[in-house]
């Protein structure tokens, strides 16, 4: 089954473990990483592990990393970079309201934005940058983003592991089953949409 014409299952099989890193790497401190689905196919990965394709255990290391030290570079690039981050332009690659959605995180969750932006794509990506621009203290962001790295990359690969072993023929499901990690991973942006628009 393909999801938007691609194939995940054989798009992840291709990549292998030096592309899974790349693709973690690149969206955790590339800010236009943004896009990069990086949720489902650690969850797929996992999810293949289970059928021997992968060691589960090395897909944990190396993507978790990977994250942290793509979110690293993400914060010293928005330490280097500062305030001109702000001022950009919108275009393929950028786009304000990205900054402004993380901005929102930052001013409800504070320094664990850099553990919880983990789970919700794009936040994900500019978390780092906007720890670097607002100048956190790089110990103190680097004690967030182990934790965060660790624990998004267990969650996600354990969890498609897990499935995997305890569904039977799982990867002929994988389409389905990354449609509901999309749509849960983008329940936390709705929400903040729904309450801006309540108000």
């Given at each position: 089954?393909?999801?938007?014409?691609?194939?995940?299952?054989?798009?992840?099989?291709?990549?292998?473990?030096?592309?899974?890193?790349?693709?973690?790497?690149?969206?955790?401190?590339?800010?236009?990483?943004?896009?990069?689905?990086?949720?489902?196919?650690?969850?797929?990965?996992?999810i293949?592990?289970?059928?021997?394709?992968?060691?589960?255990?090395?897909?944990?290391?190396?993507?978790?990393?990977?994250?942290?030290?793509?979110?690293?570079?993400?914060?010293?690039?928005?330490?280097?970079?500062?305030?001109?981050?702000?001022?950009?332009?919108?275009?393929?690659?950028?786009?304000?309201?990205?900054?402004?959605?993380?901005?929102?995180?930052?001013?409800?969750?504070?320094?664990?934005?850099?553990?919880?932006?983990?789970?919700?794509?794009?936040?994900?990506?500019?978390?780092?940058?906007?720890?670097?621009?607002?100048?956190?203290?790089?110990?103190?962001?680097?004690?967030?983003?182990?934790?965060?790295?660790?624990?998004?990359?267990?969650?996600l690969?354990?969890?498609?592991?897990?499935?995997?072993?305890?569904?039977?023929?799982?990867?002929?499901?994988?389409?389905?089953?990354?449609?509901?990690?999309?749509?849960?991973?983008?329940?936390?942006?709705?929400?903040?949409?729904?309450?801006k628009?309540?108000?």
């Amino acid at each position: 089954m393909s999801f938007f014409h691609i194939d995940i299952q054989l798009l992840v099989k291709t990549l292998g473990y030096a592309g899974l890193l790349a693709v973690v790497f690149a969206e955790s401190g590339l800010f236009f990483g943004f896009f990069l689905p990086g949720d489902s196919l650690l969850f797929t990965a996992g999810i293949l592990a289970s059928a021997g394709i992968f060691n589960v255990f090395e897909l944990f290391i190396l993507l978790s990393l990977g994250a942290i030290l793509g979110d690293s570079v993400g914060f010293w690039f928005g330490k280097k970079v500062g305030p001109k981050i702000f001022s950009r332009e919108d275009s393929v690659f950028f786009h304000k309201r990205h900054v402004e959605q993380t901005e929102k995180f930052y001013d409800k969750y504070g320094p664990r934005t850099v553990i919880l932006a983990r789970f919700v794509p794009i936040v994900r990506t500019f978390a780092p940058i906007l720890a670097g621009v607002g100048k956190m203290k790089y110990e103190k962001f680097l004690t967030y983003n182990i934790i965060g790295g660790v624990l998004w990359s267990f969650v996600l690969v354990y969890a498609g592991y897990i499935l995997g072993s305890l569904l039977p023929n799982a990867e002929n499901y994988i389409t389905l089953l990354v449609i509901v990690i999309i749509i849960l991973s983008f329940l936390p942006i709705i929400g903040e949409f729904s309450k801006k628009r309540l108000r």
